[in-house]
């Protein structure tokens, strides 16, 4: 696995997320109020092992990669879960929004939480706001529609959150909120990608639509220490 995309959560936790690394040299992840993840130098089971001495009991991990792997056996493995990683390559696309997007902070963590929990765009935790750049649109002073950054492997920057209240779909806030992120992250000279589930073909089709492209299949292992 050269390409940093191979396996984004140690290439983040070794590069440009940095400051939200626990763990050491040859196993490393996020603390667990910020993301699940975890990222290993070798995927070893020695490394396996090393980490299930350093997480607390019931604490549950993430491995995004690209090829498949076997999860040791003393570990529970809950999920495994196929998913597409798509890069987006056009130019940046022009800032057109019909609805006012609003910079989100702490204080909006509590309705950050409360719509991820109805919508399930994936893991979103009381410190997942620390990656930094999640955007919203409010209606009447409540949160319908957000995305944000996540994993930061090298020049590339995760977009990740991208979830709308269901009262709320069809009126293309999800779009505009994806276009902000990436007009952000080409600004800085990055490179926007996210992951999504294989067989979500509406949300494949959105993003291929708004210029990103397949880069390769991922597989998502979620297990547990028992």
């Known amino acids: 696995m050269e390409h940093?995309?191979?396996?984004?959560?140690?290439?983040?936790?070794?590069?440009?997320?940095?400051?939200?690394?626990?763990?050491?040299?040859?196993?490393?992840?996020f603390h667990e109020e910020v993301a699940p993840f975890v990222g290993m130098s070798e995927l070893s089971p020695d490394e396996f092992e090393l980490l299930y001495y350093?997480?607390?009991?019931?604490?549950?991990?993430?491995?995004?990669?690209s090829k498949e792997i076997e999860i040791p056996k003393q570990w529970t493995l809950t999920e495994h879960i196929k998913a597409l990683q798509m890069v987006y390559t056009q130019d940046a696309p022009p800032g057109n929004a019909s609805a006012e997007i609003i910079q989100l902070q702490n204080k909006d963590v509590p309705q950050m939480l409360d719509l991820t929990a109805i919508t399930h765009p994936g893991p979103f935790l009381k410190r997942t706001i620390e990656f930094g750049n999640y955007e919203g649109i409010f209606e009447n002073g409540n949160l319908i529609s957000m995305a944000g950054e996540r994993m930061h492997p090298g020049q590339y920057v995760e977009i990740?959150?991208?979830?709308?209240?269901p009262d709320h779909l069809g009126k293309g806030y999800?779009?505009?909120?994806?276009?902000?992120?990436?007009?952000?992250?080409?600004?800085?000279?990055?490179?926007p990608f996210l992951h999504v589930k294989d067989d979500n073909l509406p949300a494949i089709g959105l993003y291929k639509k708004l210029g990103f492209e397949v880069r390769k299949q991922m597989n998502i292992y979620v297990f547990r220490k028992d």
């Open 54 to 65: 350093l997480i607390p009991l019931k604490r549950r991990m993430v491995i995004i990669i």
């Open 160 to 165: 990740s959150a991208v979830c709308t209240h």
């Open 4 to 29: 940093p995309l191979d396996f984004p959560a140690w290439n983040a936790l070794i590069s440009r997320n940095k400051n939200l690394s626990e763990g050491n040299e040859r196993v490393k992840y």
């Open 174 to 191: 999800a779009s505009q909120l994806i276009q902000s992120q990436v007009r952000r992250i080409k600004a800085s000279s990055g490179v």
